[in-house]
């Protein structure tokens, strides 16, 4: 025997439709949600465009930034000496009235942060210019101006124990020219290490010294 079809009554009918009109509901709700999002996240971005912004206080807070970072590099050592510098400047008088350069006198503190004993050797420390021109200390210009101003002590050749902290005092011949930014070059205990630092001495010229001469009449 055959079977009857199953027919669909107006029951199926209506429970189609309801579900139909939910899923579109549903759609709806999503699609207003979505909507209601960009709209909040173009609202953001709107006003972190046209907000004011404090530029004042962001430069400052670089420049205390920048500032803090500078210490903190400055107060790096260079292996392990750790360099202080006290003052740099030309000594004219020094060397006279030459045209060979200009006696530059630097001080500055030298810091053993190793655990043991180091030789303070004048090969720990150079002053470079702005071009990149590199002079050496003098040891016998150095020896003479101890002399002159009556220093007693003289720590070049001598051992720095680990922790010890000495004012040094440098002598270096640079060659004459115009004004022109300086550094002083320090570098570890070991000769042969490139652990080096740089810390500024300022912009002066190293002219020689010209004596007076009276105007003419």
Known sequence: MEEDPVLRGS????EDQELVE?????????SGRRRIIIIIIIILLLLLLF???DREGLRDARQEDRAE??????????????YEVISGAPNKELMGNTRKGVAVV??????????????LDYSMVTIKDQFGMEYSAVPAMTKKFYEEEGLKNY?????????????VLAVFIAASGPKKGYVLVG????????????????????LPARPYMEPDQ
Not at 22 to 30: A, G, I, P
């Open 11 to 14: 029951d199926d009918s209506q």
């Open 22 to 30: 939910l899923l579109l509901e549903e759609e709806e709700e999503n």
């Open 51 to 53: 907000w004011p912004v």
């Open 69 to 82: 970072r500078e210490l903190v590099e400055k107060q790096r050592p260079a292996g392990l000496a750790k």
């Open 106 to 119: 630097v001080r500055f503190h030298v810091t053993n942060i190793g655990r043991q004993s180091e030789m």
């Open 155 to 167: 720590h070049w050749g001598q051992s720095i124990e680990s922790g010890q902290k000495l004012e």
């Open 187 to 206: 570098r570890d205990f070991e000769w042969t290490s490139e652990k080096t630092k740089e810390f500024e001495l300022g912009t002066f010229d190293t």
